[in-house]
């Protein structure tokens, strides 16, 4: 597989001249992190999105474009970014955030159930997530990122 450079990737994606077998997840999330080093989150999330969308139909493949999957990941991108150290290259990102390069069984299914993600609302309009997971707490290091743990059961209800 060819090596670009983070602007060579993100101009052969924008013009359609990446292979579509050379733009797997990985390059996705590579996109977006290029974005968002630039451009505010929803600058970025317009950005990707257009041209995400553009590059399916280049390849003649429309109906691809997922809505609350591009969007997540925008967002879960950025927060990840905030996490790190300014200046971080891609590739202590990439060994930092595991959980973002896996497609499959990766970081989204600690948000959403199978069948939110596989529904037609969620390809079309971004679906908030729909399973409580506790986040780490503001400030802690990146390292405890991926150690996301289910506490919504175990914090006791509010009482009024």
């Not at 597989?1 to 590579?30: G, I, S, Y």
Request: glycine share 6%; proline share 5%.
């Amino acid at each position: 597989m060819p090596k670009w450079t983070d602007e060579e990737l993100v101009e052969e994606f924008e013009a359609c001249t990446l292979a579509n077998e050379d733009f797997r997840h990985e390059q996705h999330v590579r996109v977006a992190w290029t974005y968002l080093r630039t451009l505010s989150p929803l600058g970025a999330l317009e950005r990707f999105s257009t041209a995400l969308r553009r590059f399916a139909a280049h390849y003649g493949a429309d109906g691809l474009y997922h809505e609350t999957i591009t969007w997540a990941y925008v967002f879960l991108i950025h927060e990840r970014m905030a996490r790190g150290h300014e200046g971080e290259s891609w590739q202590e990102f990439r060994e930092r955030n595991p959980d973002l390069m896996i497609w499959k069984g990766g970081a989204l299914e600690r948000y959403y159930r199978p069948e939110t993600l596989q529904s037609e609302l969620a390809r079309r309009v971004f679906v908030l997530p729909d399973r409580a997971r506790a986040a780490p707490a503001i400030g802690a290091p990146a390292a405890s990122v991926g150690d996301y743990s289910n506490a919504a059961s175990s914090t006791p209800a509010i009482s009024r």
